[in-house]
């Protein structure tokens, strides 16, 4: 992401804000928008700037999605902003057929459960301009007031594909596409739980043609959130993440109808995240956030550090490399980590009760990830840490059958849905790991759209 470019597209709107505040509440508006308390002295422009470029790079992407869910920014303008936002992110590309067969499929449907609401939906989307008033004495029609007269007042008259042509919907970029759809699948457009599943299985067919669905990927008030994943990721929502264990935990359901497990050994031993999940994965702040809420820590700084020091501790000591992978994550970072996807240590996979050798030729392979990232549209990717017991025997000699085993796990993970990613414990040990470990993750946010800020030299 050009960061600079984004600097550059918003510091004159930040100026222009002088007008939305005063001198006196100044410091309380920055922080209303997310920005650092403004120096005092000088006139309103002088001091949001001042806040503005005290912002540090890697939390302008945040501060401008901010911008955006606070409605704060003109349609116009939103949109440059949204596409400099975008312009790393690898997108699901539906084709212009796909997009009128989602129109012809959609026109059993009344989509306008809600008016309010979906005209909402339409202005965070496109760009309505607003209808001259009069025009040597004639009143003109603009779009919202199209829609509303032929959709809400004479339905008989609806024609899906119409609209479509008339927003401009089959000429939108893949990344607005999807979130056109996802907005349309939402309990504020479609009002009740029925009509999201209405509206999700009669797109999904129609989606699937070119590798894409609606899934769930969370809850919002206790109704699903739907979010445009591929059609390859891995199916399902998390529902119990265990992760950060010393060894194998003692597990029972104590409720089997709710998926309600316990952990029957010492409980922090392991620890279990089991809170839905957005359309963008977990992140840091998330995971931090859930820490401090459990462990009753209400100092947002001690809370991240002991969580850092509770995960670290649950990596092997024998396994230096794999700790190494962990550190240099946060070091080359730093800052922009709480807007990342968190990376999990230890996260259990499969668990069976029973060992390999009492299940014999039945017994699940890979049941214990290194480490799990959960990125933004249902990805999940493994990251691996290949010591020399992954292809060799106690004595140290090449073990085809131990490489066997490793291979047939991985094949195992990437049918289920999982990128994995293997790094060799030796390269993690040399003088250059760090920056390799770093361009890694670049180039893995990159790939999965995940907007961080690329810190400017």
Request: aromatic share 10%.
């Amino acid at each position: 992401m050009d960061i600079l470019a984004l600097r550059g597209l918003l510091r004159p709107f930040i100026g222009d804000l002088k007008d939305s505040c005063t001198n006196t509440v100044l410091p309380g508006f920055c922080m209303q928008l997310g920005l650092p308390t403004p120096d005092e002295g000088g006139d309103k422009r002088g001091r949001l700037y001042s806040a503005f470029d005290k912002l540090p790079d890697e939390a302008v992407p945040s501060f401008a999605h901010g911008l955006i869910y606070q409605r704060r920014l003109p349609a116009q303008f939103r949109n440059q902003v949204q596409d400099l936002l975008w312009a790393d992110a690898i997108a699901i590309e539906i084709p212009k057929r796909t997009r009128r067969e989602l129109a012809r499929a959609l026109q059993q449907l009344d989509l306008f459960r809600h008016w309010e609401n979906f005209s909402q939906l339409l202005r965070d989307v496109f760009i309505i301009p607003e209808p001259l008033q009069e025009i040597f004495s004639l009143r003109s029609e603009g779009i919202l007031e199209y829609i509303h007269r032929h959709f809400c007042r004479n339905p008989e008259d609806a024609d899906i594909e119409a609209l479509f042509e008339k927003l401009g919907v089959f000429d939108l970029s893949d990344r607005r596409f999807g979130l056109f759809l996802e907005g349309l699948t939402t309990a504020d457009v479609q009002i009740d739980f029925e009509a999201q599943l209405a509206i999700v299985s009669i797109m999904n067919p129609v989606l699937l043609g070119c590798g894409a669905e609606l899934r769930q990927t969370g809850e919002d008030g206790g109704y699903p959130v739907f979010g445009l994943v591929s059609h390859r990721s891995a199916r399902g929502r998390p529902k119990n993440l265990i992760f950060a264990s010393w060894s194998k935990p003692d597990i029972r359901l104590r409720d089997a109808v709710n998926n309600d497990i316990e952990i029957a050994s010492n409980p922090d031993d392991v620890l279990v995240f089991d809170r839905p999940l957005g359309p963008d994965g977990l992140c840091w702040s998330d995971l931090q956030l859930w820490w401090a809420e459990t462990t009753g820590e209400n100092d947002a700084d001690c809370a991240k550090k002991g969580l850092y020091r509770r995960l670290l501790s649950c990596l092997p000591e024998s396994s230096p490399p794999q700790r190494r992978l962990f550190e240099y994550f946060f070091k080359g970072f730093r800052a922009a980590i709480p807007g990342l996807p968190a990376l999990l240590p230890e996260v259990w996979l499969h668990w069976d009760p029973k060992t390999v050798s009492q299940r014999g030729a039945q017994a699940l392979l890979t049941h214990r990830m290194d480490f799990l990232m959960l990125l933004p549209a249902g990805g999940r990717v493994v990251l691996e840490v290949d010591g020399i017991q992954h292809y060799a025997n106690a004595d140290g000699r090449a073990d085809p059958r131990q490489y066997a085993r490793l291979v047939h796990g991985d094949r195992e993970l990437k049918l289920a849905g999982y990128e994995v990613y293997r790094f060799a414990g030796v390269e993690l040990l040399a003088p250059d790991a760090p920056t390799k470990v770093k361009a890694f993750f670049d180039a893995l946010f990159k790939r999965y759209g995940v907007s961080w800020g690329e810190t400017l030299p």
